[in-house]
């Protein structure tokens, strides 16, 4: 079964139709990459897959949920616990340090910040950011406060991470150095990603790549260079 | 139009509800400045009104004071020179009781030469006796005479025109009976509405040529002076003053004024606060106009100027509103207070245009820090965005602010004179710096506190941030100033008020038996036990009343006078003292010559308890006797004057005016039962007392009609309107607080939606603004508490302005009060507002740049 099914998913804002009866299909380990010019409603699909916003109509299956029909609190445990976001403005609490920035869904969650002191240590290590957990977000460089939003994605192991953009306010060495590291995630710990990107480069670590036009979808399959080709 | 103008315009209707909340705050500030020079006027025409309504224009007052003495009105025609043409109008004014089928009241009788007074004085009717005559009997004083009664009081009292009356006069120790012949209109001698003034002739109480008041009109200013000399040597013990005795209205309007326009600095003070934060919001919305301008090559000087035009827009439109409700709020006001005066009050042009300067300055003083710190940042600097976390509080600072608070606010408690100023300048400013610098140790403390009862959820998130957020801070700031701004505010209009409290308020009874007559103790107690006879009485004490003074005090300094009461035993003290301490009945009938001092002489004259005074008395004929006693006990009472002392019976009985039997009933009788006991009471007063078929000097009132019933409609109407200024006050502080919050939530918008991307429930949300509201609440009050601590330092000052000196304890008790509602208030608007917020945020924004 796929991990996550979106079934004839319409979006209208007013007359006007963003996402015209689309369907799509992603299953666990997969790396999508959603690309299309600006306006086309890449975006809004994002968020629409991860509950942060509802379609018209149509309906968006997590692991056979439809999380459409879910009510906000919910939503908010399914955010907290299947998915992971990133998006291009890093967006961490500014008054959480590092450490609580990245353990702020197990705090929310009621369960015990010990429990998950491995998991984080192995995470901050991984991403390389360490020496920052006692930071405060505007102590890092772009690059690292990214750095702390994908351990924060990653901290409750969810199943998939959505991202819009994750590398849109980085230079392109950081960028780079970002989309290899979700490579590496995706690989490592598969992890399902989906991102968002205008970036026909980034676009080509995932391993599929759909393109978002007058609200439909055409998807490209890529065998492409992936991450070995970038990291040569 | 100019673009900058335009653009200006079409910035203030995007931030319509900010906009709107300064322009508000603007209009407050004029309406009050606009009040306040006018407050002047309102208090002294308060003060005058009383004097004003009997002296009617004259320009100089011979008087006794109502303390008994009387004079001779053919004695002082005969110091007027002919050649002078002084008109001069001769009163009999005493207190008396009016007594009807079904209760008594308190009066005050002006008595005149009634056809010359209503010859000289044009009264409106409201209503007039259509019988045949007034006059039926060639002797005076016993019944039929004419009476002119006020509107008000009359219709208090169910009076009607050709009702008969009975007014006891003291003279004669008599009810003389009267007949209403008008019921006059509130003007003129009635004009205070309240008033309790009845106005007759001389001859209905068998009094010719006997006077206590005399007013004189002069026809050439100058012979002021020279009467002045003439009476002053004839009646060395009168008081000569003008007419409507300005001096004394004025010093009292002074004292007033100055106590008002201290509370309305600190007003203005919370009123600018809620302007900045308002004035912040807006700023943060400017901060990518700015940035546009400044990348046009607009100097910090024109950004400056551009954000003021948009600030003087608001100051203008709050100012014409201000000023326009201003005006009219002082004719209600000066209607409401001064109906007959209202045209007394003037609004020269002055006023207008120094309350619309002032209010523009305020306006223009409240924005200008992010103005000007807007301003000077780079282009580099507002694309950064504020740096809003909070860096490390300076321990030592803050170690140094709070030892000098405590220090300067303990030193201020041993100090006199120009010395509290000084230190008080010193404590503000240390209290200034203890208040920046204590809110984060302690929000921090009180987090890690609540961490340790809840370490996951909503509550652990706040309590991880709070003491991160500069705008947190601020909050706690703001909050703990309004409510040090709140209590010092609250607490001169406490002490403006007790100026109008009536000095009977401090006896607690049902009944009061007033007793003129002077009598053995044996007389004394068969009054008390005539009516403690009566079944439904629970218990009678009395008390004579006399005057002592103070020692070292010339018999001429009026400052010295002390009440002076002689109490029959320890349960009389009882009903007329408040906190008494437990010890206090033990040390009353153990020591021989006992005195219990009322707090304001104790503070006064920096007397103790155990310390041995001799007291003065007020006449040589006493000179002989020795008033030395101990002091056992303090009184805590508090009414407008409180120059008041309590001794035995028996060290007193050689010199007093009048005794008071205080009677007090079983409560839990009907209403009918308790009008049929007052009216046995009154009899069994007037049965024991009598002697000869006289009523024995004795008169009945209830409570309520002895202690409130003289007190004017002006004194209640300005008890009444710095009540509507408290409560105002409390208002605004809501005000500021809601504004506050919506200010500081609102603002946050996007770094709650960090926390809902991250699986924030609603529960979980609400838990974390409970969190934040409470840290903040608590840490504010805790603040706020140490500056009403360190105001109440200063209160004694305060008070001594109006010539009170009142012991405010060390703790403000009314601080833990105000401190738990101004917490309750704000954690309750902060969730409210929080939950208003969620609503409003949406995650499908979470894209856009957060910080």
């Known amino acids: ?232 | 139009m100019n673009i900058l103008l335009k653009h200006t315009l079409r910035s203030i209707a995007k931030s319509k509800s900010q906009a709107l909340m300064i322009v508000f705050t603007i209009v407050i500030i004029t309406i009050m400045l606009f009040v306040s020079f006018s407050v002047s006027d309102i208090f002294y025409n308060i003060n005058i009104a009383e004097y004003s309504r009997v002296a009617q224009g004259a320009d100089m007052l011979i008087t006794s004071d109502l303390n008994g003495d009387t004079f001779s009105s053919a004695h002082v025609e005969k110091l007027l020179d002919p050649n002078d043409n002084v008109q001069s109008e001769y009163f009999l004014r005493f207190n008396s009781v009016m007594k009807t089928t079904d209760d008594s009241k308190v009066i005050i009788v002006e008595a005149v030469d009634l056809s010359e007074y209503l010859n000289n004085h044009t009264l409106e009717f409201a209503e007039r006796w259509k019988g045949d005559t007034a006059i039926v009997s060639d002797t005076p004083y016993i019944e039929y005479y004419p009476v002119i009664l006020g509107e008000t009081f009359a219709k208090n009292a169910n009076i009607s025109a050709g009702d008969l009356i009975e007014i006891y006069v003291p003279t004669y120790d008599m009810y003389a009976k009267l007949i209403v012949l008008y019921i006059a209109k509130n003007t003129g001698i009635f004009s205070i509405g309240a008033g309790v003034n009845v106005l007759l002739d001389f001859s209905a109480i068998g009094v010719i040529g006997v006077i206590n008041a005399v007013y004189l009109k002069f026809n050439d200013p100058g012979d002021y002076q020279k009467y002045e000399t003439i009476f002053k040597q004839a009646y060395p013990e009168l008081t000569i003053e003008e007419g409507n005795r300005a001096s004394y209205a004025k010093e009292i309007t002074m004292n007033n004024t100055l106590l008002f326009v201290a509370g309305l600095i600190f007003i203005i003070a919370v009123m600018m606060l809620i302007q900045l934060t308002s004035y912040l919001v807006i700023s943060r919305k400017r901060m990518s106009e700015m940035i546009i301008f400044k990348a046009s090559g607009a100097t910090p000087l024109q950004v400056t100027f551009i954000m003021l035009v948009e600030v003087l827009i608001y100051a203008l439109i709050g100012l014409s509103i201000g000023l326009v409700a201003g005006r009219l709020a002082m004719q209600i006001i000066s209607s409401s207070l001064l109906s007959a005066q209202i045209n007394i009050i003037s609004y020269p042009f002055w006023k207008y245009v120094l309350s619309a300067l002032i209010a523009i300055f305020v306006s223009i003083a409240a924005c200008l820090s992010p103005i000007l710190s807007g301003a000077r940042k780079s282009i580099r600097e507002l694309v950064a965005g504020a740096q809003r976390n909070i860096k490390p509080t300076n321990l030592v600072a803050f170690v140094i602010s709070t030892v000098l608070v405590i220090g300067l606010a303990i030193m201020l408690k041993f100090i006199t004179g120009i010395g509290v100023v000084i230190v008080s300048c010193f404590l503000i400013i240390a209290a200034g710096l203890f208040i920046y610098l204590s809110a984060t140790p302690i929000i921090k403390f009180l987090s890690f506190l609540f961490r340790k009862l809840k370490a996951s959820g909503g509550i652990a998130i706040s309590t991880l941030s709070s003491f991160k957020n500069k705008s947190l801070r601020s909050i706690t700031i703001l909050l703990s100033t309004v409510f040090a701004f709140t209590f010092i505010v609250a607490s001169v209009i406490d002490l403006v008020k007790l100026a109008v409290v009536p000095y009977n308020s401090r006896f607690q009874s049902d009944y009061v038996i007033v007793s003129l007559q002077k009598r053995d103790v044996a007389g004394y107690d068969r009054i008390r036990d005539s009516i403690t006879s009566i079944s439904e009485i629970k218990s009678v004490g009395y008390i004579n009343f006399g005057v002592l003074m103070a020692p070292d005090n010339p018999i001429e300094n009026l400052d010295g006078y002390i009440n002076t009461y002689g109490a029959r035993d320890f349960e009389s003290v009882e009903m007329v003292c408040e906190n008494l301490s437990s010890d206090a009945k033990e040390r009353w009938n153990s020591t021989d010559h006992p005195v219990i001092v009322n707090s304001e002489l104790m503070i006064k004259n920096n007397w103790q308890i155990g310390d041995t005074i001799s007291f003065l008395p007020t006449s040589t004929d006493f000179v002989d006797y020795d008033f030395t006693f101990l002091i056992i006990g303090i009184d805590y009472s508090v009414t407008s004057y409180d120059r008041v002392m309590y001794v035995k019976i028996t060290d007193f009985s050689m010199m007093f005016d009048s005794t008071m039997f205080l009677v007090n009933i079983d409560q839990n009788l009907s209403t009918e039962d308790e009008q049929l006991l007052f009216l046995v009471v009154r009899d069994a007063a007037e049965n024991a007392a009598s002697d000869d078929n006289k009523v024995g000097q004795i008169y009945a009132l209830r409570y309520d009609e002895w202690a409130y019933s003289g007190t004017s409609d002006t004194s209640k109407g300005v008890s009444n309107l710095l009540l509507l200024l408290q409560v105002a006050i409390y208002l605004i502080s809501v005000l500021g607080i809601i504004n506050v919050s919506i200010v500081a939530i609102f603002d946050r918008k996007q770094e709650l939606l960090v926390y809902k991307l991250s699986g924030m429930t609603t529960k979980n949300y609400s838990m974390f603004s409970l969190g934040e509201a409470s840290i903040v609440a608590i840490t504010s009050s805790f603040i706020g508490y140490i500056l009403a601590f360190v105001i109440n330092g200063l209160l004694p000052s305060m008070s001594a302005l109006v010539a009170k000196y009142i012991d405010f304890g060390i703790f403000p008790r009314s601080g833990v009060f105000l401190g738990l509602l101004i917490s309750l208030a704000f954690v309750i608007i902060w969730f409210v507002v929080s939950l208003l917020n969620n609503k409003k945020i949406h995650l499908n924004s979470i894209n856009e740049r957060l910080f």
């Open chain 1, 1 to 232: 079964m796929s991990l996550l099914n979106a079934i004839d998913v319409v979006k209208r804002f007013g007359e006007t139709t963003i996402l015209d009866s689309v369907s799509l299909s992603v299953d666990s380990g997969d790396f999508l990459s959603i690309t299309g010019a600006s306006g086309s409603g890449k975006s809004t699909l994002l968020t629409i897959l991860g509950g942060i916003d509802k379609p018209t109509d149509g309906q968006v299956l997590i692991d056979g949920k439809d999380i459409t029909k879910m009510k906000e609190n919910e939503l908010s445990i399914l955010r907290r616990t299947t998915i992971g976001f990133v998006f291009q403005f890093f967006n961490l609490a500014p008054y959480l340090t590092v450490r609580e920035n990245i353990l702020l869904p197990i705090i929310l969650s009621g369960k015990s910040q010990k429990s998950y002191s491995s998991k984080f240590e192995q995470l901050v290590e991984y991403l390389g950011i360490q020496d920052h957990v006692s930071k405060l977000p505007d102590k890092l460089s772009g690059g690292e406060q990214q750095r702390v939003a994908i351990a924060r994605g990653l901290i409750f192991d969810p199943k998939m991470i959505l991202m819009d953009e994750p590398t849109g306010n980085l230079d392109s060495k950081t960028g780079n150095d970002i989309m290899k590291l979700l490579k590496d995630i995706n690989k490592n710990l598969n992890t399902t990603i989906i991102q968002v990107t205008h970036s026909e480069k980034n676009a080509q670590f995932a391993n599929r790549i759909i393109n978002i036009s007058d609200g439909k979808l055409v998807e490209t399959t890529n065998k492409g260079p992936g991450v070995d080709e970038h990291t040569a």
